[in-house]
């Protein structure tokens, strides 16, 4: 399969030549009717949608037998979408549970009359055991598992209904279908049996629902899959990879010069938690059973709220000589100091943003070795005022920084605007479109500044 849209990659020129309309909000933040296939087995409030991603595709010329990358790959927009369009693509996610989802996503390969006779049979099993014992005895979650749960984020009737379900999974467990199952499982989870809403930050509705058709709303989920697959039956479609892996250590995964696109929307300074947004169901399918899984987790993840920072944390490292980067961070600081906000939380503030920009600068590093000479690469950021109120671009520092490293910047998109409710401010979400031209070339940054030489040698371009 082809994409029309062009054969070859598109010069820095002819990329210039087709600047990226922006669209009004209401359609640019919806998932289009006709892009519900796959994309919504599950996925992330807000994510980027597909029609985006197959812009850039069309935007950077890839075919098939080329292949894109998404080093943040989350629920898997990117992955599918290429997929969707017939080229081969790679993912990292560090949230387990989005990288189960991106996993699933991207595997067509289920015989959907089979998946659904299979699932008909749990949902009767489940049921059965639901009408001979009702909730009595109330199944519960572990106690250190069920401490990670966002206060009231399903109520005891429907959780005992999905460990119910999830025990009739496991006892009449068939491998063919049971991550299909389970990522139904993780969906109904959330959009139907929870008290969750997302606005876009996680939260727990005021009005709990005390219960839900579980055991109906996952078979819907189930056959909705089924209905999907069954047009790509026994069709050939490309490699989609998908790695529990940091983004910012590459190389364990990729060949060398193998990479011809990246397309991805990396976490942005915003105070957003993934691993929050995701705790329910990575709790209840078993991903996170306890705080120190839970921190590991964390931990290979880029630094992008105060929740998730570590004393021994050092990707500051990468923009200690980055002047706009350090007094970004100081003016964080100097506001918290004004305003007298003394938590845990307002001191983290400014380092966060330190961190935050040196993970991405270690990414984009890193990345380099395994670029194929004129790479187009597309990173989907938002600014961000929530730090107290002070305004940072991240589009244009992450710019920045990319042509320290020797990417060329072809151009940053605005992609769509949203308001941000303490400041009423209409705040940019852009797509910053690299170039990666081969070589070895560093750019310092501005006039004189230099990744700090520790950072230097970790990676060789051979
Ligand atoms: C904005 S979301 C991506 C959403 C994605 N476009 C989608 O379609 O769902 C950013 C993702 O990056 C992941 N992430 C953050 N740091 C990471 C790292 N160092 N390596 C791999 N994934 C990381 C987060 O867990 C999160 O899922």
Redesign the pocket.
Known sequence: MKIGIAEQKLSMTQLNLFPFLPKPNRVANKLDWNDRAFHDWY??VL??PPHLVREYIGKFGLRAGQKIL?????????LVEAKRLGIESIG????PM?HFASHVKVDWNVTPHALIEHATLVAESALGVLEAHGANPLRILPDEAFKLLLKDSISPLPLHKSLVLLAQLRSLKDDRFLRHELLALAKTLVFSASNLHFGPEVGVTCSKQKDAPVIEGWLAEVKTIANDVRPVENTMTPQALVHL????QPGHFLQPNSIDAVF????YPNEKD?TRTTRLESVVLGFINNKVELRAFKK???R?NTRNVYKEDDDDGWVSNHEEIQSLAKAIEKRRIELGKTSGFERLYSKVTRLYFG?MAY?LAELRPFLRPGACLGYVVGDQASYLQIMIRTGRLLADIAQSLGYELVGIDLFRTRLATATRQQMREEVVVLRWPGGTKTIPWGQRRGLPAERTHRYSLG
Request: charged residues 15%; aromatic residues 16%; glycine residues 16%.
């Open positions: 996925r992330f994510s980027f998404d080093p943040f790959c989350g629920t898997g927009t990117t990292f996610e560090g949230n989005a892996a940091d983004s910012r991805t929307s990396p976490p993934y290979g993840l880029v992008s993970g990414h």
